[in-house]
């Protein structure tokens, strides 16, 4: 696949837009779990989002961005917890922990790929970068599953 710097800053955004609102989400549902630490983090994963995005807007100016498909920047819930269809249903904190760190190895995935397959310097610089953020996600959220009490199968 390749990417124009217009349609590659489009989708960074609505990934990141993506990811904020998942994890203001979440973090709500870990406050009634009573689980303070997983919350925590979340809701620094979601500051980092917005500050992401809000960056990544910046670069974009005033150019006109397209509008994607929900398909290309949705997050994708644990089919055991209802697939796509959002959040009327409850994650316990080892839940929740895997459901983001999925989703933030799918960007992360992403990124990767679009900085190996583009010709432009730019873009490959750009996507690297996020590469790495994303990674740094999925670590630690890694580091934090690693500590939390796995309630269900
Ligand atoms: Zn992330």
């Known amino acids: 696949m390749s990417y ?10 609505a990934m990141e837009e993506e990811a904020a609102e998942r994890y203001l989400e ?6 009634a779990h009573n689980n303070l630490e997983v919350q925590k983090l979340f809701r620094d994963m979601n500051r ?4 992401h995005r809000d960056s990544i807007k910046e670069r974009a100016g005033s150019i006109e961005l397209p509008t994607l498909k929900s398909w ?9 917890v209802g697939g796509e269809e959002g959040f009327d249903y409850k994650l316990d904190p080892y839940q929740a922990l895997e459901y983001a760190r999925e989703n933030e190895a799918r960007a992360r ?22 590469a790495a953020e994303e990674q740094e996600h999925t670590d630690q959220l890694d580091e934090q599953l690693s500590n939390t009490i796995r309630l269900q199968n």
């Open 48 to 51: 980092y989002s917005i500050l």
């Open 26 to 31: 979440l973090a709500d549902m870990m406050e």
């Open 72 to 80: 290309q920047y949705r997050w994708i819930a644990p089919t055991e």
């Open 109 to 130: 995935d992403f990124y990767a790929t679009v900085a190996k397959s583009t010709d432009d310097d730019e873009i490959k610089k750009l996507a690297t970068d996020f």
């Open 4 to 13: 124009t710097m217009v349609e590659f800053l489009a989708h960074a955004i």
